[in-house]
């Protein structure tokens, strides 16, 4: 008989190499607040439409350079926008503090209203941590109106999972050609 000491290191490994994954396809993540930089108001995630988060820090910002094109052609169609919300998610805890808080939250405005997009800041890392994310990995999570994933991915997409991600846009109704 096994002493009943390995038995629970085992299961403390076990719950936490899982602690840290990615939302499976199906669940509902955990309702987390993100701030939206331009408007200085917090907003929800997942939501009561579909969501196309995209969470990064300053060190996965080149992962999905593709992506980014591929997905650009999506959600810069009004009639997409009328279907699903893109939600570019900045990690920034590090800069949790002040004065650093004040140059990057107008640094994070600038892009914003440069590239007229809209962008959040999670500055607890309270949305990495509720969903699983690693830090410094791009990740892309797709949502349903009911808060279910759709598709998640983390680090530079492969071909597959992008087309895989193209597809569950194209099932929502989005034109994607």
């Given at each position: 008989?096994?002493?009943?000491?390995?038995?629970?290191?085992?299961?403390?490994?076990?719950?936490?190499?899982?602690?840290?994954?990615?939302?499976?396809?199906?669940?509902?993540?955990?309702?987390?607040?993100?701030?939206?930089?331009?408007?200085?108001?917090?907003?929800?995630?997942?939501?009561?439409?579909?969501?196309?988060?995209?969470?990064?820090?300053?060190?996965?910002?080149?992962?999905?350079?593709?992506?980014?094109?591929?997905?650009?052609?999506?959600?810069?169609?009004?009639?997409?926008?009328?279907?699903?919300?893109?939600?570019?998610?900045?990690?920034?805890?590090?800069?949790n503090w002040w004065p650093a808080k004040r140059y990057v939250l107008a640094d994070l405005?600038?892009?914003?209203?440069?590239?007229?997009?809209?962008?959040?800041?999670?500055?607890?890392?309270?949305?990495?941590?509720?969903?699983?994310?690693?830090?410094?990995l791009s990740t892309l999570v797709l949502t349903a109106a009911d808060g279910k994933v759709?598709?998640?991915?983390?680090?530079?997409?492969?071909?597959?999972?992008?087309?895989?991600?193209?597809?569950?846009?194209?099932?929502?109704?989005?034109?994607?050609?």
């Amino acid at each position: 008989m096994m002493p009943q000491r390995p038995l629970v290191v085992i299961a403390f490994l076990a719950v936490a190499a899982t602690a840290r994954a990615l939302p499976a396809v199906g669940v509902v993540p955990a309702r987390v607040e993100v701030e939206n930089v331009a408007a200085r108001r917090m907003r929800p995630l997942p939501d009561a439409r579909p969501v196309l988060v995209m969470y990064e820090d300053k060190d996965a910002q080149t992962q999905n350079e593709h992506a980014r094109k591929v997905l650009g052609r999506i959600t810069d169609r009004a009639e997409n926008r009328a279907i699903f919300e893109f939600a570019a998610v900045a990690d920034v805890a590090s800069w949790n503090w002040w004065p650093a808080k004040r140059y990057v939250l107008a640094d994070l405005q600038k892009i914003a209203a440069r590239d007229n997009t809209v962008l959040f800041a999670d500055w607890t890392a309270a949305l990495r941590k509720a969903w699983g994310l690693k830090a410094h990995l791009s990740t892309l999570v797709l949502t349903a109106a009911d808060g279910k994933v759709l598709f998640a991915g983390e680090g530079t997409l492969s071909e597959a999972q992008l087309t895989a991600l193209v597809a569950e846009l194209r099932k929502l109704g989005c034109r994607v050609d």
